[in-house]
Nanobody, 116 residues
Framework: QVQLVESGGGLVQAGGSLKLSCVVS????????MAWYRQAPGKERELVAR???????EYGDSVKGRFTITRTNAKKTVFLQMNSLEPEDTGVYYC??????????WGQGTQVTVSS
């Protein structure tokens, strides 16, 4: 059974930092791509950042220069370092593992709240 478990969310003041982690179990990790999405209340889920099996990373426009996505294949873990947080970053952050149409798994999400 494939599981993605996120951690690291919480309440932080604007300008602060948080680091999210997502640990994968029950699946091969290194050949799959990983991503972080977020969903704010009343809004659609949006892509925050993704990192391919090649370790190439891409970011949503709103987080470029503030967030960094990394992965450690040996620990089957993907990270999201979030700096200079803004109230607009508030939402539930979800970890996603995908590869074409063959692999598509999601975590349960972790809440991030940024106070002004």
């Amino acid at each position: 059974q494939v599981q993605l478990v996120e951690s690291g969310g919480g309440l932080v003041q604007a300008g602060g930092s948080l680091k999210l982690s997502c640990v994968v179990s029950g699946s091969v990790f290194s050949m799959n791509h990983m991503a972080w999405y977020r969903q704010a209340p009343g809004k659609e889920r949006e892509l925050v950042a993704r990192i391919f099996s090649s370790h190439t990373a891409e970011y949503g426009d709103s987080v470029k220069g503030r967030f960094t996505i990394t992965r450690t294949n040996a620990k089957k873990t993907v990270f999201l370092q979030m700096n200079s947080l803004e109230p607009e970053d508030t939402g539930v952050y979800y970890c996603n593992m995908w590869r074409g149409t063959v692999v598509d798994y999601w975590g349960q999400g972790t809440q991030v709240t940024v106070s002004s």
